[in-house]
């Protein structure tokens, strides 16, 4: 039977276009289609990169018997998280609230109106290990809606109101910016860094909270973290870039897929560690830009799209040289493999800085770095296994691009490139910027995805705040104030489409299809939606002189107060607003920081005041007499033809200075 998917600009509603299930995918036309035949609605959500998805999709919905079953009780409905992040927000509280645990692919069961009345994630078509199997549970809840229909709709009924918002946000104590430190590093591994486990995240976004005092406790947690992040199987050594999670407490054994938003994430959180660990501690700061350099090269290796755009992510699967399937392959290495890429001597010369953990009998194993290294000979050896591994069978590719995770880009490449004056990431951070504004702004609309070239679904909350977090520092670090104007606008629009009756933003737009909310406050592996509008909102409000904006992130970081008092571990960048203004209440008040260049590339100056800026500044460079920079650029030109500086923190401004030396001084004196 075909489906309803083969339109579809998701490359994961593509993979089960030729399921027998007969698929539609998230709109009216499934809950009509549910109210005409009088049947539930099953929402299946995953993505293209995740594991058990594909496993459910072979299992179950590519069995002609198991769904002639779910035709017969349901109508199905497949998600792309990535496409719909509300719907898989919204979903994704429904199975936490019923199940206590969450995860890919989430299966819910609604009513016709929308209601939810089951969830769980992963089932086997038959019952296995503790587990139900897929078709006695879709009879089952078919059965229970032909003939106990009160019961299912008195219990939908009471999870939507159980999940109800409550208006306004509560009142809390403002807590102590110690205490929630503290609280952070209750549960923080201090052998192998990181948070919680044994399943472990990079957690980029609380990293950046960590980052922001400097303090010695929350700076070592930071940076022990981020040393092993690089030195770990989570990090792939031969190409570059982060995989998506650790599946043990040591990052070992990494759960094999790679996100974008991972990896952009991290490129402007390793530059973030590195500016922020002492020049007398040059092994950590080489391990940061290594891991900053190398993740820029596999973004531009293997996830550029024609388009100037970037790919969404990588499939954690592959083939092996069998030709069958297996997570993590492409990346699994053996002494014997090194040996015949590199040849004997240089193999055992690089045998105890690259540790192989092997993983199975064969052993194949991850590469992790160990001691000090030698990084050029180390690079040239990895560049040598790269080739090689160009032989295998590589990962499926998911070339969505996502504008949310786009901007991201945008705003990692101008982060790490003027922290580590590499000029070119700036220049490709504009590209990618002119590609995504070119590709999804449709005649005064923001899309949130494009498939090779054909336009997808409509921006939510995350792609707006980041379009204006991220376009307004790529402003600040060329001077080009059409960046700025655009982000004005943007975080203006999403003002008015996202805000919440409690001061924070809704993940998207009200839509009649859900029953649940879409309103996420804590962080996910991304900054939640109104975490990334404060951002936004102050440094858009900082750079275009917007009182307004200010006054609104204010409002909005009053209602993420609750989240950040109690679970900072989940709320990082939440927390990391907090300590920002905890900071600034001490006299180290975020800067509004000029510089006038004489040269189109920044110099000594500009990377210093990137280097050296406290958390929350806005750093503008005033290029060939440039203006439009509200009342910044006046009267401030190059003195003596030099390059100059002029750094201003709430009301006070300080004298100008040509002297990158000079710089701390009015940069951290606190006032």
């Known amino acids: 039977m075909?489906?309803?998917?083969g339109e579809s600009t998701s490359p994961y509603l593509i993979q089960h276009a030729a399921n027998p299930v007969d698929w539609f995918p998230w709109g009216k036309e499934a809950f009509d289609e549910a109210h005409r035949r009088d049947v539930p609605v099953m929402v299946s959500v995953g993505y293209s990169s995740c594991h058990w998805c594909?496993?459910?999709?072979?299992?179950?919905f590519s069995d002609p018997e198991v769904a002639e079953v779910i035709n017969a009780n349901v109508v199905s409905v497949k998600v792309d998280r990535e496409e719909h992040p509300e719907v898989d927000a919204a979903l994704m509280q429904v199975t936490l609230a019923m199940t206590g645990q969450g995860g890919w692919p989430n299966t819910v069961f609604l009513t016709p109106q929308g209601k939810p009345f089951f969830a769980g994630t992963y089932f086997p078509p038959v019952r296995r290990g503790g587990l139900p199997g897929f078709v006695e549970l879709v009879e089952a809840l078919g059965g229970a809606w032909r003939e106990r229909r009160d019961e299912v709709v008195s219990s939908?009924?009471?999870i939507v109101e159980h999940l109800r918002p409550v208006g306004k946000a509560p009142d809390v104590a403002r807590p102590i910016a110690g205490e929630l430190i503290d609280a952070v590093g209750t549960d923080y591994d201090i052998v192998h860094g990181g948070f919680g486990g044994p399943t472990k995240f990079p957690n980029a976004t609380l990293i950046d909270a960590l980052l922001v005092k400097g303090d010695?406790?929350?700076?070592?947690?930071?940076?022990?973290?981020?040393?092993?992040?690089?030195?770990?199987?989570?990090?792939?050594h031969v190409g570059g870039g982060f995989h998506r999670y650790s599946t043990d407490s040591q990052w070992v054994v990494p759960h094999f897929e790679k996100m974008l938003y991972d990896n952009v994430l991290l490129l402007g959180t390793m530059a973030r560690c590195w500016r922020r660990t002492a020049d007398h501690d040059p092994d950590r700061r080489d391990l940061y830009s290594h891991a900053a350099r190398r993740t820029v090269g596999w973004l531009n290796r293997e996830m550029r799209l024609p388009n100037g755009l970037y790919a969404a992510g990588l499939d954690a699967d592959s083939d092996d040289a069998a030709g069958h399937t297996r997570e993590g392959i492409y990346y699994l290495w053996n002494q014997d493999v090194i040996t015949d890429a590199l040849g004997s001597d240089e193999a055992e010369w690089l045998r105890p800085l690259v540790h192989l953990e092997p993983l199975d009998d064969d052993g194949l194993g991850t590469l992790q770095l160990r001691g000090r290294v030698e990084w050029e000979r180390v690079n040239a050896d990895m560049d040598i296994l790269l080739d090689a591994r160009g032989r295998r069978s590589a990962p499926a590719r998911d070339e969505k691009a996502v504008t949310a995770w786009n901007a991201m880009l945008v705003d990692g490449l101008v982060e790490a490139g003027m922290i580590l004056r590499e000029w070119s990431w700036v220049q490709q951070a504009r590209d990618v910027a002119d590609s995504l504004w070119t590709a999804h702004w449709n005649d005064g609309e923001l899309l949130r995805t494009s498939f090779h070239d054909r336009p997808g679904?409509?921006?939510v909350c995350e792609d707006y705040a980041w379009i204006?977090?991220?376009f307004a520092g790529l402003a600040g670090a060329t001077g080009e104030s059409v960046w700025l104007q655009r982000a004005v606008d943007i975080v203006d629009q999403a003002v008015t489409r996202f805000s919440a009756a409690d001061g924070s933003f809704l993940d998207a737009e009200d839509s009649p299809l859900l029953t649940v909310p879409a309103h996420t406050l804590t962080d996910d592996a991304c900054p939640s939606p109104t975490a990334v509008m404060v951002m936004a909102l102050r440094r858009v409000g900082l750079m275009a002189e917007r009182a307004d904006f200010v006054e609104r992130a204010d409002r909005a970081s009053a209602a993420l107060l609750p989240v950040v008092a109690a679970t900072p571990r989940f709320a990082g960048w939440g927390l990391a607003d907090f300590l920002i203004a905890d900071e600034a209440r001490r006299g180290l008040k975020?800067?509004?920081?000029?510089?006038a260049d004489t040269t189109d590339e920044p110099g000594d100056l500009a990377a210093a005041a990137w280097r050296m800026a406290p958390a929350g500044s806005a750093i503008?460079?005033?290029?060939d007499g440039g203006a439009d920079f509200g009342t910044w650029f006046y009267g401030r030109t190059p003195r003596d033809g030099q390059p100059t500086c002029w750094v201003c923190r709430g009301t006070v401004c300080f004298e100008p200075v040509s002297d990158y030396l000079d710089l701390k001084e009015p940069l951290w004196r606190r006032v």
């Open 54 to 60: 594909h496993v459910m999709a072979l299992e179950s």
């Open 590 to 595: 975020p800067a509004g920081i000029v510089i």
């Open 156 to 158: 939908a009924e009471a």
């Open 620 to 623: 503008m460079r005033r290029v």
């Open 468 to 470: 204006g977090l991220s």
């Open 457 to 459: 679904t409509s921006a």
């Open 2 to 5: 075909p489906n309803h998917l």
């Open 216 to 236: 010695p406790t929350s700076l070592d947690m930071a940076q022990n973290t981020c040393e092993h992040l690089v030195r770990g199987g989570i990090f792939d």
